[in-house]
């Protein structure tokens, strides 16, 4: 039997492997974005020793609100820097994409345009996902302090 492919088909392929793992990535972020999501920054539990006296229960609280607002600062300036960043990327990929599909072919530019949207949308989920998990660090280290 004939294994020959014709090149389209192998453009096809070629377009295929260059478009789906970036998807796949991106929607693997998401999903462990989700995940981390759930975890709960709350303080110590009642029995903690920081958790000892009943008055100090408010300062818990103030403590965790603390840090979850400065999350929220941080999350807020790193947001705006990426935005601006994307801005300036933007006129990048159509003066790029523009010259990719008039240079060489469509399904080019295709996957240079879906390469340019994964790895912005990877920069987001990364951004947030390394905020949120430095919150989790300081939280679980505020925990341990007494050890």
Not at 57 to 68: A, G, L
Not at 103 to 117: A, D, E, K, Q, R
């Amino acid at each position: 039997p004939d294994l020959s492919m014709s090149q389209e088909t192998l453009d096809t392929i070629s377009t295929l492997l260059c478009v789906i793992p970036p998807v796949v990535g991106v929607f693997w972020g998401l999903k462990e974005m989700v995940w981390l999501r759930s975890i709960k920054i709350q303080g110590p539990p009642a029995t903690h020793a920081l958790a000892c006296p009943a008055e100090s229960r408010d300062d818990i609280k103030i403590v965790v609100q603390s840090m979850k607002q400065i999350a929220g600062f941080i999350q807020e300036g790193a947001s705006a820097f990426l935005m601006e960043e994307y801005l300036h990327m933007t006129v990048y990929m159509v003066v790029a994409s523009c010259c990719v599909a008039s240079c060489i072919n469509l399904p080019t530019c295709l996957s240079f345009l879906v390469g340019c949207f994964t790895s912005s949308a990877s920069g987001l989920i990364g951004m947030k996902v390394a905020v949120f998990a430095n919150l989790c660090t300081a939280h679980e280290a505020w925990l341990d302090i007494d050890r």
